[in-house]
């Protein structure tokens, strides 16, 4: 099993370039979850998705958009990156809510100069 | 808004000794998450608490819910140096899917 597979795994973008960081998962899990990382904080959670075609914002939604048209995939879009969107993205799926831990994956590392 | 509190937010301490993580949250839950964190790796899960009072233990670790005082604590017994990482709690919204995190504890163990 794969588990929750996340790419690319580091990134340089330039101001204003857009890019997807992709996340897909083999566990025919419902709930998907992006949450980003500040060195030395914790997670914050950008978007998450509830099964295919539902997908709603957490704490720290602007600058970003999401689509969920399987239930494998949640693509994490950013537009006109900024260098406060500097971080590392992690993707984590889970069964359904209520009990059910999060499955993260590797992680995305951006960085915006 | 859930916000969820560690502390401390750095801990170091010697290898045999005993020591507890605090997680405080600001709203009624009944579950929480643990997890550890290595440096530069991703997160994996310890402990998934579920009710009030319940406790859950893995090797050198135990962990427990209070969900009157809005309390989780993360004992550390004996610690040696592989429990070097980061321990993060979450909780869980009862009536929503979201899972909100704790600042996270930085614990090293030195010989």
């Known amino acids: 099993n794969a588990g929750v597979t996340q790419t690319p795994k580091f990134r340089i973008l330039k101001i204003g370039q857009s890019m997807t960081l992709q996340c897909t998962q083999d566990m025919n899990h419902n709930y998907m979850y992006w949450y980003r990382q500040d060195p030395g904080m914790g997670l914050k959670l950008i978007y998450y998705s509830v099964g295919a075609g539902i997908t709603d914002k957490g704490e720290v939604p602007n600058g970003y958009n999401v689509s969920r048209s399987t239930t494998e995939d949640f693509p994490l879009r950013l537009e006109l990156a900024a260098p406060s969107q500097t971080s590392v993205y992690f993707c984590?799926?889970?069964?359904?809510?209520?009990?059910?831990?999060?499955?993260f994956g590797n992680g995305t590392r951006l960085t915006v100069t | 808004e859930l916000k969820v509190e560690q502390n401390p937010l750095f801990l170091s301490m010697q290898e045999g000794k005993n020591y507890t993580i605090y997680c405080n949250y600001s709203t009624t839950s009944d579950r929480l998450y643990w997890y550890r964190q290595d440096p530069g790796k991703s997160l994996e899960s310890l402990f998934v608490?579920?009710?009030?009072?319940a406790v859950k233990q893995e090797g050198r670790l135990m962990a427990s819910l209070d969900t009157k005082a809005r309390l989780s604590t993360l004992h550390i017994t004996a610690a040696v140096h592989d429990l070097s990482a980061t321990y993060f709690c979450a909780v869980e919204e009862t009536s929503g899917s979201r899972l909100t995190f704790g600042e996270g504890t930085q614990l090293t163990v030195n010989p």
């Open positions: 984590a799926s889970r069964r359904d809510r209520g009990g059910s831990p999060l499955h």
């Open positions: 608490l579920l009710s009030n009072g």
